[in-house]
């Protein structure tokens, strides 16, 4: 099977001209006001909007920002004596040298006396800031500026921030709107002078990035025994970053007196990177909060929002667990010692510091019986270990982390332990829920399910954002975790759909964990981006796939961020996609069996699929040619010249009523690794075709990659 790594990168392929946003700065605003968002990230060429949820919030502009040339020495000097002047409170633009030769220009380098606040600081960080291409990704390169105006009854709480442009919508970032007023770091000075510390009031929000090396301050005043909390959020802004370790901004947040002596001091909380610090002032003063990265490395994604509130933090609040039909919860001190525990059952325990929390329940020899921990992912920091004794108090079964899926923003999902057990003799049994690291105390609450086995699944859509094609089809990864044994085929629905719909194959393989879909839409005016649901059923259970998008983390680890909802768009994306029909509509193909007694070599199992060339619309030198894409191991394409036509085979013929289309063939052969294995499979035609002339006469040759409906390919049994 192939990681999801190789899954995911083959559907990036397919749409790299995606918009990508890596960073937001400031990611937040007061109801009632105007925010000035710096947006960074790749691909933005062609911005015609922003898409905010929740209500309440007007894009007001989007501004694309050129990128910036580098200038000869002498232009430099020019610019920088400029904004010398302007830092005087002189306007005026020198007067040019007699020489400029080779300058270069820039929309911003034309009106230095008369730009905002935030296209300055980008102007003077880029004359004056050394750039290190060390520290330089392609994923942050491309710059926006974003102006929202937020509402004065907009609601306060968490949103997802995406930009549009040419037919295509960028992955989502968080954007919270809040009630308390806002604060953004000091911009950047013009040298000589260094940044100053921000001034804010508690209560207040700070927003800010950090950049290599560097360490944010703010001044802040607090009277003796105050307790003011900071509460950070950095990791949770931009969770997983690919090219660096550990793949997420560590913040660290400090309080120092007047001398600079540390006062309080966080780094996390619990198992959360991002810190929680709570400051008792020792007496009336004024203090400064400081921020750093634990590594003091830095970059424009390192971006983090700080609340600030009086009063100690609040508890750690877990979420709710998932409900089970007819599964009644239940508190742990509610139960009586000794007595067994009536199943199904939904206990709601909370693990004092090195205790060991006892469950009996009766059993009968070969009941199965499923025993699963609640708690790391619902945000506790219970790093839970669970074991199954026999009456005679013998360990008979133990599970500490139970590997799951790579989805969603906690690390260590697996902490959570899972048993399916199954009972050696009738008798009473106890479970055991304890922490690996002995700790505990009023945070580490858990949820203990103790109840039958309930086959089910949870699916998840990559990416959250689709361009469409008009004709054509796209592509979308469903990546499955299945639960409780469930092993069946998971058919797949789209809900609230309007002009899209599945083409192809439309459910996930028996045994699957991923799977290709195929959608398709009408071509006409509605562009707007959409939101889609879709449901996916298998048996009696049915659920709403989750959408999100893949992220890298530290290089090597893929994970899958849920996003709010599902948008598509429509986009003329594929030249020639008119041309090119599959010749059956079955969305199922199967292999051959082999002659009688012969299972390898050239007899083994073959599979041919067959693509329609429509011969009236496809030019005399145009080329094409059918391709799989990324086949599992057990799937090799067999050399077929039918599966190319060059240019000059297909003629059109004066009396085109006796025109057929063309066939392309793709032979492929199952190995015996592929026996009883289904896969939804993605093809593609390539297309390649002379441009008009330009005007001054040339002709290039243009390459269209067109995905095709997905097939499934079911290897059979033999």
Known sequence: MKTLLTVLICAAALGASAIHIGYLMPSGGQRGRTVELLVGGQQFWGLSGALVSGGGVTVESVESVRGFPYPPWKQRQYLKKWLDGIERGCNEKPPLPDDTEGWVTHYYWERLDDLTELERELTLRFLYVPRNPLQMSPAIASTAIVRLRIAPDAKPGEREFRLIGNGRISNPLRFFVDTLPECREPFFPLPPKKPEPGLFAVPGVLNGQIMPGETDSYQFSAKKGEAITFTMSARYLMPFIGDGVPGHFQAVLEVVNAKGKTLAFADDRYFDPDPVLCFRAPADGEYRLLVRDALYRGREDFVYRIRAVRGAPDPCVMDPPPVFPGVKTVRSDSLKKNIPVVRPVMIRGVLAPGAKDD????????????????????????????????????????????????????????????????????????????????????????????????????????????????IGAEALTLVVERQDGFTGEIALKLKNAGDYELIGIRSIPANCDRAFVTLKTKPNRKVEPRSLKMEASGGSFHTDVIPGDEAMQAFAYTHIVPAERMLATKRWKYGGAEKFTWASKNPVAKFVPPPAGKVSGEARALLKLTLNVNPWRFPADAEASLEIVDPPDWIKVVP???????????????????????????????????????????????????????????????????????????????
């Open 359 to 470: 469950y009996r329940f009766d059993a009968e020899k070969g009941e199965r019986i499923i025993l699963e921990i609640f708690a790391r992912r619902l945000k506790s920091p219970l790093d839970s270990l669970l074991q199954v004794l026999d009456g005679r108090g013998n360990v008979v079964a133990v599970n500490d982390d139970c590997e799951r899926l790579k989805a969603g923003l906690i690390l260590h999902g697996a902490a959570d332990s899972c048993l399916d057990f199954t009972a050696p003799a009738d008798g009473s049994y106890t479970v055991r829920v304890s922490d690996t690291t002995g700790l505990g105390g009023p945070d580490y609450g858990y949820y203990l399910r103790i109840d039958r086995a309930r086959p089910r699944f949870t699916v998840y859509s990559v990416p959250s954002a689709l361009e469409v094609p008009m």
């Open 640 to 718: 077929d010249e039918a599966s190319s036509v060059k240019p000059g085979r297909i003629v059109s013929p004066k009396n085109r009523r006796n025109m057929k289309p063309y066939p392309l063939t793709l032979t492929l052969a199952r190995g015996q690794s592929g026996k009883g294995k289904s896969v939804n499979q993605l093809f593609k035609a390539v297309y390649k075709y002379n441009s008009r002339p330009d005007k001054e006469g040339k002709i290039r040759r243009i390459t269209s990659e067109i995905v095709l409906p997905a097939v499934r390919l079911e290897g059979g049994s033999f």
